[in-house]
């Protein structure tokens, strides 16, 4: 039981503007569309929600990279793990000695 008119509706809209001409069953055609969804999202970033969707955008993208690109990312990440250690490691510190003192 095929319903072709429900794949039309899930279809990416830039297949009517941007992409005329493409093939939408194309797993090509559509990556690339999901790829320009994404280059041309204009969002405000400075929300709770976008920081989340950056940091999901962020993960996706490195795990579909390899090599030196993913080894960059793993980098990052422990950089910025290590920061928040540093961090609350300093700030608990400090209450303690707010505390005692």
Not at 66 to 89: D, E
């Amino acid at each position: 039981m095929s319903d072709n008119g429900s794949a039309e509706r899930r279809r990416n809209p830039r297949f009517d503007d941007d992409l005329v001409g493409l093939d939408p069953g194309d797993p090509d055609a559509q990556a690339f569309a999901a790829h320009l969804d994404r280059m041309q999202r204009c969002e405000p970033a400075f929300t709770v929600e976008a920081s989340i969707n950056g940091v999901s955008e962020f993960a996706e993208s490195s795990n579909r990279a390899g090599g030196l690109r993913w080894w960059s990312a793993v980098f990052i990440v422990a950089l910025i793990l290590v920061g928040v250690l540093f961090a609350a490691w300093d700030t608990i510190g400090r209450v303690m000695v707010w505390l005692s003192g």
